[in-house]
């Protein structure tokens, strides 16, 4: 497919709206995949901290 302009493009045949909430909603989903487990990690080794210092204390 040939573009004349690049807001021909973003237009992409009066189907951008529904191609670029696409790709958007793709990458969102791919930044949650990758955040998700990585906020859980930090949350899963802060408590454990947590842990080992009140068992140290007793």
């Known amino acids: 497919m ?5 807001s021909e493009f973003l237009a992409m ?4 709206v529904y191609v670029w909430s696409s790709y ?5 989903i791919l930044l949650l995949n990758v ?3 990585l906020m859980a ?3 899963y080794l802060k408590n454990e901290a947590r842990r080992l ?3 140290a204390q007793q």
């Open 53 to 55: 210092r009140r068992e």
């Open 41 to 43: 990690r930090q949350r």
């Open 24 to 28: 958007a909603i793709s990458f969102a």
């Open 2 to 6: 040939n573009f004349n302009s690049f």
């Open 13 to 16: 045949g009066n189907h951008g």
């Open 35 to 37: 955040a998700l487990p």
